[in-house]
């Protein structure tokens, strides 16, 4: 019996897709506790502390796995977009989130943070000159505003923050982020992009941080507030990007970036589970209708 060589390829393809789509999930999943975590820091650190400290720490962490694993040296041409990379998720999106979780709640930072998923096929579009077919688009505009008017009605939000400039900034700096990790994550293997994106950061973070630095200001953090810095430092700014630049380089930056539609009732799933926020089946159907439209977007070339 033979089997054809375009159905071994599409195959081939349907379980690379899939891999992708697990990985974005844990990925997803990671993420999801980052705004929670940044929002238990508030009061206890400033935004730039906040986004500096979990730079170093993530550094700090990538260095001996690097060594470890005798990895080469990023080459010349790829400098550029580390340090684009670089901007994006290890300064522009922490720094700019933290800012932005002093002066608003996490469900309303969830409204904003739900443009990701839309900025970041975006990105890729502008970046990579790939464009998908009209279809993904008109899945991935109904998936975001499914997800925005959700989470305005969860927020119960009406006007503008004044953290929402901030917000914005930091979806715009972490979509391009993504997508230049991306980019870079088919080159070299995706866990060391973003350890050598933090690595090469440390020489700007550790001196900032030393600068923004007040005596007690670590020494003083309760269990609780260490629990959400090393969380945000190690998962969130590392490990969570392990998964995700490998499932963005897998499944293609627009289509894979639709999963991250699912993080605010990721989020609030953490709020019930941890915070004891009470359970709604509005909730439930509307995380049901976005996940079709992420399997809708799936089938897309």
């Given amino acids: 019996m033979t089997v054809s060589t375009s159905a071994l390829t599409r195959s081939g393809t349907e379980h690379g897709h899939s891999s992708a789509y697990t990985l974005a999930l844990i990925a997803v999943a990671s993420f999801a506790m980052t705004l929670p975590a940044t929002k238990a ?37 790829q400098w550029l977009s580390l340090a684009i990379v670089s901007a994006g998720n290890i300064f522009g ?21 739900a443009a990701m998923p839309l900025a970041t096929a975006l990105a890729a579009a502008v970046l990579s000159g790939i464009r998908p077919p009209r279809r993904f688009w008109l899945y991935a505009c109904s998936g975001a505003l499914i997800v925005l008017l959700y989470s305005l009605w ?13 917000l914005v900034g ?15 994550s088919r080159q070299m293997p995706g866990w060391q992009v973003i350890s050598w994106v933090v690595v090469l950061s440390l020489p700007v973070s550790l001196p900032w941080s030393l600068l923004v630095y007040t005596p007690g200001s670590l020494s003083q953090l309760p269990v609780l ?14 490990l969570g990007f392990f998964a995700w630049n490998k499932a963005l380089a897998l499944g293609g930056v627009a289509r894979i970036s639709q999963v991250q539609l699912l993080q605010p009732f990721l989020t609030y799933g953490y709020s019930i589970v941890l915070l004891g926020e009470s359970w709604n089946w509005l909730t439930a159907a509307v995380c049901g209708l976005v996940i079709g439209v992420v399997w809708l977007s799936r089938r897309q070339p």
């Fill in 41 to 77: 820091l508030t009061g206890m650190l400033s935004a730039q502390q906040i986004g500096l400290y979990r730079a170093v720490i993530a550094a700090m962490a990538a260095i001996p796995l690097l060594w470890l694993a005798r990895a080469a040296w990023p080459r010349r041409d």
């Fill in 93 to 113: 999106f922490p720094l700019l989130t933290s800012v932005a979780m002093q002066y608003v709640p996490v469900s309303h930072g969830a409204v904003i943070v």
């Fill in 154 to 166: 969860q927020s119960g939000a009406s006007g503008l923050y004044l953290g929402d400039l901030a």
């Fill in 170 to 184: 930091a979806v715009l700096l972490g979509a391009i982020g993504y997508a230049k990790g991306a980019e870079l």
């Fill in 225 to 238: 507030g260490w629990s959400a810095l090393l969380y945000i430092g190690l998962v969130s700014s590392l």
